[in-house]
T-cell receptor
Framework: AQTVTQSQPEMSVQEAETVTLSCTYD???????LFWYKQPPSRQMILVIR??????QNATENRFSVNFQKAAKSFSLKISDSQLGDTAMYFC???????????FGTGTSLTVIP | DTGVSQNPRHKITKRGQNVTFRCDPI?????LYWYRQTLGQGPEFLTY????????KSRLLSDRFSAERPKGSFSTLEIQRTEQGDSAMYLC????????????FGNGTRLTVT
């Protein structure tokens, strides 16, 4: 079974600053997909960014980017120019290629401080 | 809005009662998932449908839990003889079959068993 570990239960960042959330995973698969999801308080979970393992280039979506280190099995999320609306739980998720099950980490609660 | 819809949003029930939740996925999505999320944890996989076929069930899904997806459209999750440990947020998500297709989540149904 795949496991996803998020070692930072809580983090905070000043508005407009940059923050990095860490995620590591354990798998014997070579082809897989990684995702970061955001869950604002009392709101639904939404996709932030995704990465295909076969792509060496790190994914970027506006202020959100990842640092994907395949050999280290690490998939961190960098949020630049943090905004108050970024306050949320962030979950890292893994799915193997050809699979159907998503494995989630325990989440990191991010608070953006004005 | 054609996102994933879940009903009810909240359900309070007494221990021993049966409850049923409904999920309407995004119409063109073949895959439908049920997850359970407790406070401070990431979503835990319960079960998964591809069209109308239930292809996988977690060991978390005891015989008190049953899920259906008649005609491959909406899905229901029923919990019989509820226990206090069933109190959680029940999330429904849907996706396309393509490998890197992300999950699209509903708002969830929060169950409280008293």
């Amino acid at each position: 079974a795949q496991t996803v570990t998020q070692s930072q239960p809580e983090m905070s960042v000043q508005e407009a600053e940059t923050v990095t959330l860490s995620c590591t995973y354990d798998t014997s698969e070579n082809n897989y997909y990684l995702f970061w999801y955001k869950q604002p308080p009392s709101r639904q979970m939404i996709l932030v960014i995704r990465q295909e393992a076969y792509k060496q280039q790190n994914a970027t979506e506006n202020r959100f980017s990842v640092n994907f280190q395949k050999a280290a099995k690490s998939f961190s999320l960098k949020i630049s120019d943090s905004q108050l609306g970024d306050t949320a739980m962030y979950f890292c998720a893994f799915m193997k290629h050809g699979g159907n099950q998503f494995y989630f980490g325990t989440g990191t609660s991010l608070t953006v401080i004005p | 809005d054609t996102g994933v819809s879940q009903n009810p949003r909240h359900k309070i029930t007494k221990r021993g009662q049966n409850v049923t939740f409904r999920c309407d996925p995004i119409s063109e999505h073949n895959r439908l998932y049920w997850y359970r999320q407790t406070l401070g944890q990431g979503p835990e996989f319960l079960t998964y449908f591809q069209n109308e076929a239930q292809l996988e069930k977690s060991r978390l899904l005891s015989d008190r839990f049953s899920a259906e997806r008649p005609k491959g459209s909406f899905s229901t999750l029923e919990i019989q003889r509820t226990e206090q440990g069933d109190s959680a947020m029940y999330l429904c998500a849907s996706s396309l079959i393509q490998g890197n297709s992300p999950l699209h989540f509903g708002n969830g149904t929060r169950l409280t068993v008293t």
